[in-house]
């Protein structure tokens, strides 16, 4: 303890600071400390993994998903204040979950979890830093670790915000190229079911996360699911307009005794019109977008070039 005070009066004389510095590194030592051991006992008293130590194997699977699992019990108590009361709070991040392709049981209370050890960190290394600065004012710490915590709850909700958006778009580059294939199968004679695990195995390689989507859509339909609903699952799942059009038009197909073949041909018909549309309209913003661009580079050298000797010129004359 006394190595520590005097390590702590070579970085500042202030003895409220000294203070501060010394109550910061203990709530953060007790809190590592604390997760330390509860991750520990987690890992020791898993049976699985235990068992599967003594068959020789190395645990792929189910090691990460304790650990995890102790990560979320240990900052339980935590997470049951930033945890929303209300269904609908909780349904919407559990969406946005699914669409950025987390769908195991504990993914919300691991998502809380994650933005609970966020808050405590983002404020512990606010009040770190700020105590170490000399310069800083000890009114304002309180101040930088509210802005800090809130960070660190904000932080989460906009990276899984990019990673369900940048699936999104994932999935809209590949959906062309299934549809393409699901009217290939379709029309060869295979039923739904096979050609969507047909698709599935063809675009594994080039498209995999929408290759799942299919995938799990058989394997709903197999487990006798209804294929109305398993459809719109899918559509639940990607949040895609093109998908979601699919499904209406296949739910449609299926309760009117409709060729399939036939639907889906007329949709990708459709679906590479609007797509041709949307490209002539991209290509037609081009001219309007470039004009900043022109404005702002482009026309200011081009007035320095062209005006500027005879500015030169001007001024040499009057000079004189």
């Not at 699952?233 to 038009?249: F, P, Y």
Request: charged share 20%.
């Amino acid at each position: 303890m006394n190595y520590l005070y005097q390590l702590l009066s070579g970085l500042t004389s202030d003895p409220g600071q000294i203070r501060l510095l010394f109550m910061g590194i203990v709530i953060a030592g007790s809190f590592l400390l604390i997760l330390t051991v509860l991750l520990l006992a987690s890992a020791v008293i898993d049976p699985l993994r235990r068992r599967i130590q003594q068959l020789g194997q190395q645990p792929v699977a189910q090691a990460p998903t304790r650990s995890w699992d102790g990560f979320s019990k240990a900052l339980a108590p935590l997470t049951s204040l930033i945890v929303p009361k209300k269904e609908w709070e909780r349904s919407k991040a559990s969406a946005q979950l699914i669409h950025a392709g987390f769908r195991a049981p504990n993914a919300l209370m691991l998502f809380y979890s994650i933005k609970s050890a966020c808050v405590i960190a983002f404020a512990a290394l606010a009040f770190v830093l700020t105590a170490l600065y000399p310069g800083f004012p000890s009114e304002r710490i309180f101040l930088a670790v509210v802005i800090a915590a809130a960070t660190g709850l904000l932080l989460p909700e906009f990276i899984l915000g990019r990673l369900a958006k940048k699936r999104e778009k994932t999935l809209r580059h590949g959906f062309p190229d299934a549809l393409d294939l699901l009217v290939v199968c379709t029309e060869a004679g295979l039923g739904l079911p096979a050609a969507l695990q047909r698709v599935a195995e063809e675009i594994m390689a080039s498209h995999p996360e929408l290759a799942g989507e299919l995938a799990l859509v058989n394997a709903e339909i197999r487990a006798g699911v209804d294929r109305t609903v398993a459809l719109q699952n899918l559509s639940k799942r990607t949040h895609l307009k093109d998908i979601r059009g699919l499904v209406v038009a296949l739910s449609q197909s299926m309760r009117l005794g409709a060729s399939i073949a036939d639907t889906l041909r007329v949709y990708a018909d459709e679906l590479r019109d609007k797509r041709m549309q949307k490209a002539e309209e991209e290509a037609a913003k081009v001219g309007t977008q470039m004009i900043f661009p022109l404005i702002l580079c482009l026309f200011p050298s081009f007035f320095v070039v062209v005006v500027g000797p005879a500015v030169l010129g001007v001024l040499k004359t009057f000079g004189k």
